[in-house]
């Protein structure tokens, strides 16, 4: 994990749960608590990815979520260059969640893209929550999108860009996965995704 980019993204946590109290709370400190989080230090360099809690599911293709170190950095990536599958389709799904824990929750993460030649559905990432899983059988759930901050192929390379989703007024029990969908024998849709920083947290 990035110091720099979490105090970024405590900074952001800051604005957003000041903009989000009403007037008159406004004279009250404002408390973000980590319930869960995952930065991914524990990452051996080009593996699978094998955290515990977290599912790690190629639904189409023989791809999955690789573990990454960059200059010290663990993350997560995954990238269809060179696959030989026509589709990957690859989901990375959180561990379970208690959205109980508060009224007011959230969840923040970064994400960076590189070699990603197209904004298209064809190669792209999506956010999405399910009260549903069982933990095992993804593509039974229902999965709700999200709306996240995704990288398009117009950012540089390699730039992590802050999410901060609020879940607040959801309850139950829930997992947030992270989709993937590329090509690895089509060139204009072989770009990479790439996951830092993930974090639970509720307000007070």
């Known amino acids: 994990m990035n110091t720099r980019f979490l105090k ?19 004279d009250k400190p404002v408390v973000m ?12 360099d080009a593996t699978d990815l094998d955290i515990t809690g977290w599912v790690n599911f190629n639904e189409v293709g023989n791809k999955k979520w690789k573990e990454e170190v960059f200059s010290g950095n ?14 990957n389709v690859g989901w990375l799904i959180s561990p379970q969640i208690n959205l109980d824990a508060a009224p007011k929750k959230g969840i923040a993460f970064k994400v960076a893209q590189h070699h990603l030649d197209v904004d298209a ?6 956010v999405l929550i399910s009260t549903n899983f069982d933990g095992t059988n993804v593509t039974a759930a229902t999965w ?6 995704i990288p398009k192929k117009a950012e540089s390379w ?3 860009l802050p999410s901060n989703i609020d879940l607040s007024g ?33 307000i007070d």
Do not use: H
């Open 8 to 26: 970024v993204t405590l900074s952001v946590l800051t604005l957003w749960l000041v903009a989000s109290c009403d007037v008159e709370e406004t």
């Open 74 to 87: 663990g993350y997560a990536e995954f990238s269809s260059f060179n696959t030989g599958d026509a589709v």
């Open 170 to 202: 959801r309850t139950g029990k829930a997992y947030i996965a992270f989709k993937f969908k590329g090509s690895g024998t089509d060139t204009t849709l072989d770009g990479a995704f790439q996951l830092d920083d993930f974090i639970y947290y509720k």
């Open 33 to 44: 608590e980590r319930l869960m989080t995952e930065d991914f230090q524990s990452a051996t």
């Open 121 to 126: 559905e064809g190669n792209s990432l999506q």
């Open 158 to 160: 390699y730039t992590f």
């Open 144 to 149: 709700e999108p999200l709306s996240a901050n």
